[in-house]
């Protein structure tokens, strides 16, 4: 538990803590990094979706210095999505790459397909670029039909955040990305954002939007954290621990 509340105290303390952990993040990497043997094939993706959740948190704290919140929530969705995502891949290991790579190449070939079906120009060339470099792929595995259903279940996952969610038992994150997810599409509450009603009946334009509070600040300092305590331990020497443990501590959460 945690005693965070959307205020500006709250805030603060994650807002420090963020720091912290984006100092240790950079740290941890700058002379490069050794990886278990059994771990090389996952941390590559790891290691990406990490380094998204840390640059684009800078972006959102940057952002929300200057009064962009509203703006930030695309931002602050993906963060969410993406710190989920990074423990669903390490739970699920090499089954999960594959099943990543297998959701990359089904959208490649509907972008391909779009390509074509409306005629640009490059569709053909795109074709030939994927027509090669699937001839040069190992051909894929024949699987039994316990793993093809597991592989099924993975891409399943990546695409539908919900069940990705309900696999760890935290269905209640959903209403937060739904939440979010409302604010980054063409959506009424983005069709009212920047307008308010009067008792009278009438719109009061707006220049910004009206303030949304800290959550968006609060969130992504913890799924930093949550970032963070996957990312560490794949890295020799566990580099992040003491950061970790102090944002546990700033932020009142209790150690599991």
């Known amino acids: ?148 259903a597991l592989h099924s279940k993975l891409k399943h996952e990546l695409k539908n955040f919900y069940d990705m969610l309900d696999r760890y038992d935290v269905a209640d994150v959903y209403p937060v990305y739904s939440h979010l997810s409302s604010l980054s599409h063409t959506s009424i509450s983005t069709a009212s954002a920047y307008v308010e009603q009067m008792s009278d009946g009438s719109l009061q334009m707006r220049s910004e939007a009206a303030e949304l509070g800290h959550a968006d600040v609060i969130q992504l300092t913890l799924s930093l954290l949550q970032t963070a305590t996957v990312m560490s331990p794949l890295i020799e020497g566990d580099p992040m621990r003491a950061s970790i443990d102090q944002a546990i501590t700033t932020l009142g959460l209790e150690k599991v």
């Open 1 to 148: 538990m945690t005693n965070l509340s959307n205020d500006r105290k709250s805030a603060d303390l994650a807002r420090s803590a963020a720091a912290d952990l984006l100092t240790a993040a950079d740290t941890a990497i700058a002379n490069g990094v050794r990886v278990p043997a059994d771990k090389v094939r996952v941390f590559g993706p790891v290691y990406s979706w990490w380094r998204l959740v840390c640059r684009t948190s800078e972006a959102v704290l940057l952002l929300t210095e200057r009064g962009f919140s509203l703006e930030a929530a695309p931002m602050v969705r993906n963060i969410l999505n993406h710190a989920y995502a990074i423990n669903w891949l390490i739970d699920n290991g090499d089954p999960a790459v594959d099943a990543l790579v297998a959701r990359g190449d089904d959208e490649r070939e509907k972008l391909c397909k779009k390509l074509e079906e409306t005629g640009w120009p490059n569709a053909a060339e795109f074709r030939a670029a994927m027509d090669q470099a699937t001839s040069q792929q190992p051909a894929p595995p024949v699987r039994t039909p316990t793993e093809q």
